[in-house]
């Protein structure tokens, strides 16, 4: 058997008390009854029935008085036995050599599987039951039947609309206080009903300041980097009128000033500078340039 033919399914029709049921088998391996829940029929699992129809028989159908499973007669009341009746009755025609089947089911189908392991345990090998309305097992048992009363009611008096926005109200944690109290009390609970109390905002995080730097040092232009000034060097004067702030013509380069007298500047250490005629130069003689004459052959220039 190829892939397409353990995909496609191979549609059926089974007659049962009250109804007809149809019915869509895939796949082949052991016998899976997967049960719609709600107002679903067969076609809420051809997806996931395709993924299993490589190691199972995947049987899903159409519950009596949905979709293609017709009423024999008007409409009477569905009780979870009458479902797992029809259930047991599939199990037997797909699975004639009597080996046990899987059984899924989901929400209102999941009671219905419960109740088909309850009354035929031989049947199955194992039952999934996914959110059984199972209102007996809850802390308040009475809620929930009291919701599934007013949803029957709903649907007999106005039609299926009402029914599911009375369900969808009964989904809501206040639909118990409601229902219970009717006039004028009901508009007064709900006017005193305590409301939700405000959420304590979150602290604010504190922002780190940032840490002061130093200011940055201020860049010269573009290729042009600051260079300290360079010192210029001390230079001897080359003459007495060139250090006159700082030598007085009453000094000698040989002299000191007297005791008691304070110099306006240091006195000059170097020794008196020879002229070109051999005789020391002093203070207040007019500055001649010198020039230096050649030595004798091989030694250093003169004087």
Known sequence: MTTTDRTAPRTGLLTVDGATLHHEVRGEGPLLV?????????????????????????????PRGYS????????????PATHADDI???????????????????????VVA????????????????????????????????????????????????????TMAEGLTPAWGEDRATSGPAAVEAGSTAREPEPMAPEPERAIP????TAPARPEGPKGCRRRRPRRCPRRRPRSSAA???????????SSAPSAGTPPTSRPSRLPPRAS??????TPGAPARRRRRSAGPAGGRPGG
């Open 114 to 165: 419960l109740d088909v392991l309850t009354r035929h345990p031989g049947r199955v090998s194992r039952v999934v039951a996914h959110e059984p309305p199972v209102v007996e097992l809850l802390p308040d048992p009475e809620a929930g039947r009291a919701l599934f009363a007013a949803v029957r009611e709903s649907f007999r008096r106005d039609g299926v609309a009402a029914a599911m926005t």
């Open 88 to 110: 047991v009755r599939l199990i037997e025609v797909l699975s004639p050599d009597g080996a046990p089947a899987a059984l899924f089911g989901s929400s209102s189908s999941a």
């Open 68 to 79: 293609r499973s017709p009423l024999d007669g008007p409409v009477t009341e569905q009780l």
């Open 34 to 62: 997967m049960m719609p829940g709600g107002s679903a029929d067969a076609g809420i699992y051809d997806a996931i029935a395709a993924d299993l129809a490589d190691r199972w028989t995947v049987a899903t159908f159409d």
């Open 243 to 253: 250090c006159t702030p700082t030598c007085p013509s009453s000094w000698s380069t």
């Open 276 to 281: 070109s005629s051999g005789s020391a130069m």
């Open 209 to 212: 300041e940032p840490e002061p």
